[in-house]
């Protein structure tokens, strides 16, 4: 499972979109994004911890659990496209560690890590699989992944209602937020066309970790996973 060669052509979006990546997903999230990070983050990043945000964008999960901790973290943003990262700087009193790569080639050591967060990115792993296993590679003993992402329901009609949602109203709102680069937005669809349902997601999560919480917002179109090493 993951994007496989799909991922080229959503990398290239990503890119194209930075000029208006944060406001249309506040936009397209309902005014939810925010809150589901810090539901996703809260008493799972503690001060002195070592942070991982991977498939940072802007660093918008670092933020959050940088206010929820008194900024006692340290954190390390890691993202494909070196213009998103370029782009982080302004948004921090104190320039973060970065670092360029993708989920499935992590390059840093086991154990490095007290928790790794992936705030809307695990889904645009080009595979899912082989992101989880390195996420677990570089985590601790007792190690937590954060994931806040689209969800896709179990349920036929909440699912239905999910997809009628992206592929309908989420263009109509990223166009009115980000103008012709919010029209762009519409490959999200393609990347929750290929995500899994959430019971099998946390089937292959529970594949390497030892337990999980997983919580749901928007009729299961939203999760908060917290994996424990």
């Known amino acids: ?105 992590i390059p840093f050591r086991d154990g490095k890590f007290d928790a790794v967060l992936c705030g809307y990115s695990l889904r645009d792993a080009i595979s899912l699989r082989i992101a989880i296993s390195e996420i677990h590679r570089v985590l601790k003993k007792d190690g937590r992944l954060v994931i806040v992402d689209l969800g896709k329901p179990d349920e036929l009609i909440l699912r239905a209602g999910v997809s009628f949602y992206l592929r309908c109203i989420l263009p109509i709102l990223a166009f009115i937020a980000g103008g012709r680069l919010g029209l762009k937005f519409g490959t999200l669809y393609g990347t929750y066309k290929r995500w899994p349902r959430n019971k099998r997601l946390e089937e292959l999560i529970l594949a390497k970790f030892s337990r999980i919480e997983f919580e749901k917002d928007l009729m299961g179109g939203a999760i908060m996973v917290a994996a424990y090493k």
């Open 1 to 105: 499972m993951g994007l496989g060669s799909y991922w080229g052509e959503v990398i290239q979006v990503l890119q194209e979109i930075i000029p208006v990546y944060d406001k249309v997903n506040s936009i397209i999230s309902l005014g939810k994004d925010k809150k589901h990070r810090i539901r996703g983050i809260s008493q799972r990043v503690h001060p002195g911890d070592n942070i991982l945000d991977a498939g940072s964008g802007f660093g918008n999960m670092s933020k959050t659990a940088l206010e929820l901790t008194d900024n006692k973290i340290s954190i390390t943003l890691y993202d494909p496209l070196v213009p998103m990262l370029k782009n982080t700087s302004i948004f921090f009193e104190e320039a973060p560690n970065m670092a360029n790569g993708v989920f499935e080639h």
